[in-house]
């Protein structure tokens, strides 16, 4: 399809959750696409705006903390994806930030019902709304111990075996995935030594395998995130072949 100019494109607000944390590959596919980033931390005391008239969507990435902590950030950050939904706008969140929509949509975060984790590679399976929407990697990567429901209303798009609900569609333009597409190699190398006290967590990778995968599964991984980003930010959510609408979601517990 034509692309725009990039002095066409309003800029992506981008939400981070710590000092140190990036866009990693989101940010450089956005920018190759033309779009510029607007960063925000609300944990280190950044504004959110009141409205995204000014941006072409915004992404809410993950963190170390929790969905259902009562931190003042999290709990604003969560009332604040009403903005996004109200206005229609682009919005994505990733691992932390679908868990965010998930609550802002009514529904639970928790960790899994037998203590279980995903952290490392793990198989993902398409739904048939998810098939119709694009082409899935087989293998993703995870760094979590929480889940979450799927909201009422929903799509399912993608599901996995220890955490049923992978990714999700909730009306045209918001979208939540519970894995990781937007890690570079030092993103993962960092990740792999700072988050090595969870390795011994059930379910949990040892840091070779997810070093080890990275070199088996993060192209295809790597070409979902690009095609999924221009699905989102481009294409509006459209393919020339519209999903086919599953029955009523059912609510998953974790």
């Known amino acids: ?14 939400i981070l959750h710590q000092e140190r944390s990036s866009a990693g590959r989101v940010g450089h596919i956005l920018e190759q696409k033309g779009f510029s980033l607007d960063i925000r931390r609300p944990a280190l005391g950044d504004d959110l705006p009141p409205t995204l008239s000014d941006h072409s969507g915004t992404i809410v990435f993950g963190g170390p903390m929790s ?38 949509l009514g529904g639970k975060v928790a960790p899994h ?10 198989p993902l399976k398409a739904t048939e709304v998810g098939r119709a929407l694009i082409d899935w990697p ?27 609900n992978q990714a999700f569609r909730y009306g045209n333009n918001a979208w939540g995935i519970q894995f990781h597409g937007e890690l570079t190699r030092a993103m ?6 700072h988050g ?11 840091g070779k395998a997810h070093l080890d995968g990275r070199m088996l599964h993060d192209r295809p991984l790597r070409t979902w995130m690009e ?3 221009e699905l989102i930010f481009l294409r509006g959510g459209k393919t020339e072949k519209p999903p086919q609408r599953q029955g009523a979601s059912s609510q998953v517990r974790m």
């Open 196 to 206: 090595a006290h969870r390795f011994v967590l059930p379910g949990a990778q040892m």
């Open 227 to 229: 095609n999924f980003l």
């Open 67 to 104: 969905a259902n902590d009562e931190e003042e950030f999290v709990r604003r950050e969560i009332d604040w994806l009403s903005v996004p939904l109200k206005e229609n706008k682009p919005y994505l969140g990733i691992c932390l930030g679908a868990q965010m929509l998930a609550r802002n």
């Open 1 to 14: 399809m034509p692309r725009e100019g990039c002095d066409t494109k309003k800029p992506i607000l981008i």
């Open 138 to 164: 087989a293998m993703v990567y995870h760094f979590h111990r929480e889940g979450f429901d799927l909201p009422k209303d929903a799509e399912l798009l993608a599901t996995g075996d220890t955490y049923p």
């Open 113 to 122: 019902h037998e203590g279980m984790t995903e952290i490392g590679w793990y």
């Open 188 to 193: 993962m190398h960092r990740w792999v030594v």
